[in-house]
């Protein structure tokens, strides 16, 4: 009906079209309700389209009372939405940081296992040299994460020795860092390795990564967070509409 839609349009002229298209398709629903309620009671159309209006009471107050209760539930939502956002910035922020972190240590650890693997290969044929603790010191030093490393060389390969008593019967070939200190630092992991044939044992320990398995569910948490609020200030919006309009129309 055109009066009816030039009616709610004016109403609404100032609004943004998208944030009063809701409002406006309810009050015009209300209005033509209203219209056909009264021609039912015997009313002609136009004066039914009169009463109907004349019930919406002066056009200037109510534009006045609708940009008032609009801006208040709007403002409510806007800030709403903007912690949704936030929190689903943080979330992907931190998820994404996490799994960097881990993903670099490892990395980390697979140049240090690759490092124990190699100092393996090279004393493989039960021989060291100084051209051989060259090399493993080299590679050692090369990368930061190691805090210490230690070679033992076995002078009598064919006598078996126990674990406990080779730094005191083998001869210390390489010695990097301070192994001691690191063995009982917590924060430290530790790689061993003895030769099956009694020729050689080697320590190596590194800085372990930061532990981020449990710290996962601190992104997690706030994309849940943000998924409530965004329902919440969905659901706030719908029924904000409706009371405003509800009140409009008694």
């Known amino acids: 009906m055109k009066q009816v839609n030039e009616f709610v349009d004016y109403i609404y002229a100032d609004v943004n079209e998208k944030d009063a298209t809701d409002l406006k398709e309810e009050m015009r629903v209300h209005l033509m309700e209203s219209i056909a309620e009264l021609q039912a009671e015997g009313k002609s159309e136009q004066e039914a389209i009169h009463i109907a209006f004349e019930r919406f009471g002066d056009k200037k107050q109510i534009t006045r009372g609708l940009f008032s209760l609009f801006k208040i539930h709007n403002n409510l939502i806007l800030n709403i939405f903007k912690a949704s956002i936030l929190s689903l910035i943080i979330g992907i922020t931190t998820l994404l940081g996490l799994i960097w972190t881990e993903n670099n240590f490892e990395n980390n650890f697979e140049r240090i296992d690759q490092a124990a693997r190699n100092v393996s290969q090279i004393m493989e044929d039960s021989n060291f040299s100084d051209e051989k603790k060259s090399q493993i010191l080299s590679m050692v030093e090369g990368i930061k994460e190691i805090e210490s490393f230690a070679l033992y060389f076995n002078p009598t390969p064919s006598i ?37 044939y009694e020729a050689y044992y080697f320590e190596l320990t590194y800085k372990k990564g930061f532990q981020v398995d449990k710290l996962y569910s601190i992104p ?3 994309l ?16 904000a509409n409706r009371k405003m309009l509800n009140a409009l129309l008694k």
């Open 160 to 196: 078996a020795t126990p674990k406990k008593e080779i730094k005191d019967k083998w001869e210390t070939a390489i010695e990097y860092g301070d192994l001691s200190s690191s063995k009982n630092n917590s924060k430290s992991g530790l790689i061993i390795e003895k030769d099956p």
């Open 220 to 222: 997690f948490g706030f």
């Open 224 to 239: 849940v967070v943000f998924i409530l609020l965004g329902l919440t200030s969905f659901f706030i919006k719908i029924n």
